[in-house]
T-cell receptor, first 114, second 113 residues
Framework: AQTVTQSQPEMSVQEAETVTLSCTYDTSESNYYLFWYKQPPSRQMILVIRQEAYKQQNATENRFSVNFQKAAKSFSLKISDSQLGDTAMYFCAFIDTGGFKTIFGAGTRLFVKA | KAGVTQTPRYLIKTRGQQVTLSCSPISGHRSVSWYQQTPGQGLQFLFEYFSETQRNKGNFPGRFSGRQFSNSRSEMNVSTLELGDSALYLC????????????FGPGTRLTVT
């Protein structure tokens, strides 16, 4: 069975600093996508960044970047220059291209302190 | 372009009743997925529809069912409600047949008393 594990239930970071959220996954599939989603308090879930498994280059979206280690099945999210608006629950997610089912990790609650 | 909409936003039901939740995807999106979010279990996949066909179903009892209409709008139904069904129900739509990235609605907060 495919699983996604986020080992950090809660993290905090000072404004303007950098923080890394960890995610590991388990699958026997070779074609899949990985995502980080953000769910701010009482607000809608939004996509932060995506990574295709066949791409070796790590995805980057402005202050957000990933470290994708396919062999280790690791997919961490780095947030640079943290802002107060980054305070949210962050979910790591996996989908294989033929399964039509997204598996989410338990989430990491991130607090950005002023 | 309008986002994913879900109705109603809040719902209070009593045990034993049934409930129907609605989801309208982003225009042009043909894949709709449903998730149950609870503090204890996190985000759990319920089912996914594409072009009116259910392509996958999560590990939920048969009291949970869904359907998708020809305009891609989707409904999910929960019959014989239990206290444990209290949750935030999220709908997400996707353009790509392989699902890829999903766009989430605001959710329906269901409380069963």
């Amino acid at each position: 069975a495919q699983t996604v594990t986020q080992s950090q239930p809660e993290m905090s970071v000072q404004e303007a600093e950098t923080v890394t959220l960890s995610c590991t996954y388990d699958t026997s599939e070779s074609n899949y996508y990985l995502f980080w989603y953000k769910q701010p308090p009482s607000r809608q879930m939004i996509l932060v960044i995506r990574q295709e498994a066949y791409k070796q280059q790590n995805a980057t979206e402005n202050r957000f970047s990933v470290n994708f280690q396919k062999a280790a099945k690791s997919f961490s999210l780095k947030i640079s220059d943290s802002q107060l608006g980054d305070t949210a629950m962050y979910f790591c997610a996996f989908i294989d291209t033929g399964g039509f089912k997204t598996i989410f990790g338990a989430g990491t609650r991130l607090f950005v302190k002023a | 372009k309008a986002g994913v909409t879900q109705t109603p936003r809040y719902l209070i039901k009593t045990r034993g009743q049934q409930v129907t939740l609605s989801c309208s995807p982003i225009s042009g999106h043909r894949s709709v997925s449903w998730y149950q979010q609870t503090p204890g279990q996190g985000l759990q996949f319920l089912f996914e529809y594409f072009s009116e066909t259910q392509r996958n179903k999560g590990n939920f009892p048969g009291r949970f069912s869904g359907r998708q209409f020809s305009n891609s709008r989707s409904e999910m139904n929960v019959s014989t409600l239990e206290l444990g069904d209290s949750a935030l129900y999220l709908c997400a739509s996707s353009r790509d047949r392989s699902m890829g990235e999903q766009y989430f609605g605001p959710g329906t907060r269901l409380t069963v008393t």
